[in-house]
């Protein structure tokens, strides 16, 4: 690249750059407040909160369209492809991210007129800050390329499946022990396996980080520690 080329490359890395620490503060902020609208039933909170993820829509589109423009006009390779690779990707993650959250929100809503249950929400309160920290934890290391610190989030993802499993069999129980309890902890298994899939695309973007990095993919069998099946899929070997 001539001097010219290249500091124009690095104003349009530098602008990916920033979409991306912009979507991953908005899709950190969602997940905290659609845990705090669920775990205190407040439906305000829950309204505001899934409104927000349009924004994180828009930034994507923008994040992939700014990456084809920029492949299109550098041409970059290795390294510098795998930068607009990685910025996809997480953008991707982010993206979903606030969906979840945005699931978890509008289902707060939905509970907000229904009898309480405090105790139910103590497994999902622990879920969603270990969610939290394992999403901040990636978003760090994305940004310092800290390969390192996003293989510890990629190995304790098996944490948060635990977590899963026993928030699973605890609602289970609550509802063999009062049929009233059963629509109430039914919302409250999905919103745990949203919580869940937060977890795995703080992994997806471990990955991506380890990917950036070294340009080698990570191993494709991640460690897993729940065996919950509440999305209708089979339990985990």
């Not at 890395?13 to 912009?22: T, V, Y």
């Not at 939905?110 to 879920?127: K, S």
């Amino acid at each position: 690249m001539t001097d010219h080329i290249a500091k124009a490359y690095d104003r349009d890395l530098e602008a990916l750059g920033r979409k991306i620490a912009e979507m991953g503060g908005i899709a950190e902020k969602m997940l905290a407040d659609a845990i705090d609208a669920l775990v205190n039933l407040d439906a305000d909170l829950g309204r505001a909160t899934a409104a927000v993820d349009q924004r994180l829509d828009t930034l994507q589109r923008e994040v992939e369209e700014a990456a084809i423009l920029t492949i299109a006009r550098r041409q970059p390779m290795a390294v510098d492809l795998r930068e607009i690779v990685a910025a996809i990707r997480v953008s991707g993650d982010l993206e979903r991210v606030g969906d979840l959250a945005k699931n978890i929100a509008r289902r707060a809503v939905r509970l907000a007129h229904e009898p309480r249950l405090p105790r139910a929400m103590i497994g999902l309160r622990h879920m969603g800050e270990l969610a939290a920290l394992h999403l901040k934890e990636v978003l760090d290391a994305y940004a310092q390329r800290d390969i390192d610190a996003a293989r510890e989030v990629w190995l304790r993802d098996q944490e948060l499946d635990s977590l899963d499993d026993s928030v699973f069999r605890d609602l289970l129980t609550f509802m063999m022990e009062d049929p009233r309890n059963i629509t109430f902890c039914t919302h409250l298994l999905f919103c745990s396996k949203n919580i869940e899939r937060v977890g795995d695309h703080a992994t997806n973007i471990a990955e991506t980080v380890h990917y950036l990095v070294t340009g080698e993919n990570m191993p494709l069998d991640r460690p897993k520690g729940g065996q919950s099946t509440i999305d209708g899929g089979e339990p985990l070997p």
